[in-house]
C-alpha cells in the first residue's frame, strides 16, 4: 500500500518561509513523476510546482523564482521549498504520485501565510 503522507505546514508572516516535505512509502519513488498542488475553499486544485523522475521541475507563474521543488531518491521523499510567501499562497498542500497506472495523493498540509 502506498502512502504519501506530508508535514512542514503552519503559519507564517508575509515574507517568510516553510518547507513542505512529502514522504513516500512503498518502491515507486524514483520512477515516478511527483508534484506539489494547493487548494481553496471553493477553487479548483491546481499544480503548484512538478518534477519528473530524472529531475526536470516545471512551476505555476505565481510562484516562479520563491518556490523550490526538489526530491530526494534515497529518502523517498519530496520537498517544496517556500520563500517570499504571501497571503495568496494560503491553502492546504497536497502532494502527488503518478504514473501509467496509479496516481496518489497525500492527505494534505494548511499553509497560512497572515500577519
Known amino acids: 500500500q502506498v502512502q504519501l503522507v506530508e508535514s512542514g505546514g503552519g503559519l507564517v508572516q508575509p515574507g517568510g518561509s516553510l518547507r513542505l516535505s512529502c514522504a513516500i512509502s512503498?518502491?515507486?519513488?524514483?520512477?515516478?513523476?511527483m508534484g506539489w498542488y494547493r487548494q481553496t475553499p471553493g477553487k479548483e486544485r491546481e499544480l503548484v510546482a512538478g518534477i519528473a523522475s530524472g529531475g526536470s521541475a516545471t512551476y505555476e507563474d505565481s510562484v516562479k523564482g520563491r518556490f523550490t521543488i526538489s526530491r530526494d531518491n534515497a529518502k523517498n521523499t519530496l520537498y517544496l521549498q517556500m520563500n517570499s510567501l504571501k497571503p495568496e499562497d494560503t491553502a492546504v498542500y497536497y502532494c502527488?504520485?503518478?504514473?501509467?497506472?496509479?496516481?496518489?495523493w497525500g492527505q494534505g498540509t494548511q499553509v497560512t501565510v497572515s500577519s
Open positions: 512503498g518502491s515507486i519513488f524514483s520512477y515516478s513523476a
Open positions: 502527488r504520485s503518478w504514473g501509467r497506472q496509479y496516481d496518489y
